[in-house]
């Protein structure tokens, strides 16, 4: 039972605060919670279909299935966040307006929402499948699924929830005219983090091999599977024995995000408001 | 200039990013077969518990999962997370190493631990 638990609640910890994050960004956006949901639901069904063909998508790529797969989805989540932030930085204006003047948003943000529902989606998927993987295994080498397990994944799960629910909750309490940049700056960094993910599951299959040596290692100080290290991995990609070019795609993600946040700025000089 | 523009060239520049990145990684490629070595998960333990590996080469493990679980076969030392099914085998790749001792581990069951050792 504690096996289910400490598996269930880990995964759904990790997913959990990108949606909290996710939730807190599209705050007070008018039909975010189907979105989020809607994320939710395929990340679920994607996770089961994942655990289902993991034997068979091992074997693609010459047994890099599963490093090729988890790069693939990942750089794509990379590209939703960085298309957000991008976004925001030029409507974030409009739809602040729109927010104070109307009390709720009647914005059509939903191009934004969708990016977000996928990157929802993706992190559901990737921790899911885990969950799936393993609960599924042990109910086979059980012979059926047990009610210890079942309680304990149960258990995970609601803890797990509640890790996603403290997030968005925390992030509320930041002053509105804060919450923005808080908010994307979080993404930046969350998209910083996933890149160099996938760049190591790159390099993990030999598919990428220049700048492999490790930089650092911080394991003495917060191992990355501790509990702290994994929350600070999730959100802004801590990792404690980096390779050079986890460092290089890290810092060329914040890089670019930033000069594209900065060239796709709403054009603020058009407007002069004279007092 | 069009709203979609700016997003649609955010979306290029970040996929430009990626290929640069996987471009100047595949340049150099696998020059050299890598030595391997072979562990097996069995009964909740690595088969065997310490492996070996001379130093400077790059390595890949293969690793049999023939316990009852699941495993996710995972190193933070030597930067490898694979989820190996029940009953089948799967390879990791690791970089060329500097002697020492490195760990690694069953993720689903984390009292499952062996060591890489590289004189």
């Not at chain 1, 047990?146 to 994944?153: I, Q, R």
């Not at chain 1, 994307?184 to 030999?206: C, E, M, N, P, V």
């Not at chain 2, 562990?39 to 690595?46: Q, S």
Request: aromatic letters at 8%; a negative charge; one cysteine or more.
């Amino acid at each position: 039972m504690l096996a289910a638990l400490l598996i269930v609640f880990r995964e759904v910890f990790e997913a959990g605060l990108i949606i909290g994050i996710v939730m807190a960004v599209t705050a007070g956006v008018a039909g975010r919670g189907l979105w989020v949901a809607g994320g939710v639901a395929a990340g679920v069904a994607g996770a089961c279909v994942v655990a289902v063909f993991t034997g068979g998508l091992s074997e693609l790529f010459g047994g890099n299935g599963q490093e090729v797969f988890n790069a693939g989805i990942l750089s794509f989540a990379v590209i939703m966040l960085t298309w957000h932030n991008v976004w925001m930085a030029r409507h974030g204006r409009e739809l602040a307006a729109e927010l104070q003047a109307a009390g709720e948003a009647v914005v059509a943000g939903s191009k934004s929402l969708a990016a977000l529902a996928v990157v929802v989606a993706i992190a559901v998927l990737r921790e899911g499948a885990e969950v799936v993987l393993f609960l599924y295994g042990v109910a086979a080498a059980q012979g059926g699924a047990s009610w210890s397990m079942v309680g304990g994944g149960g258990i995970g799960l609601v803890l797990g929830s509640l890790v996603c629910l403290a997030t968005y909750l925390g992030l509320l309490t930041i002053p509105a005219r804060y919450l923005f940049g808080v908010t994307s700056t979080l993404i930046a960094f969350l998209a910083a983090g996933l890149a160099a993910q996938a760049i190591a599951f790159l390099q993990q299959a030999a598919i990428v091999t220049a700048l492999d040596q490790t930089v650092w290692d911080t394991s003495w100080l917060l191992s990355d599977s501790s509990f702290l290290g994994r929350a600070l991995h999730t959100l802004i990609g801590y990792v404690d024995q980096p390779t050079a070019m986890q460092l290089v795609v890290y810092t060329a993600t914040l890089v670019v995000m930033v000069v594209l946040m900065k060239v796709f700025a709403a054009p603020s000089a058009e407007h002069p408001q004279t007092a | 200039m069009s709203r979609a523009s700016p997003s649609t060239i955010a979306v290029c520049a970040a996929a430009a990013l990626f290929a640069a990145a996987a471009i100047a990684g595949a340049q150099v490629a696998r020059a050299e077969d890598p030595v391997n070595l072979s562990v097996t998960i069995k009964d909740y333990k690595f088969e065997p518990a310490e492996l070996h590996a001379p130093p400077g080469k790059p390595i890949a493990i293969h690793v049999k999962n023939l316990n009852t679980i699941p495993s996710e076969f995972e190193s933070s030392d030597l930067h490898f997370e694979k989820i190996v099914p029940v009953g089948s085998e799967a390879v990791v790749r690791v970089r060329p190493l500097q002697p020492g001792r490195y760990t690694f581990f069953d993720d689903f069951h984390r009292a499952t631990q062996g060591t890489l050792v590289v004189p």
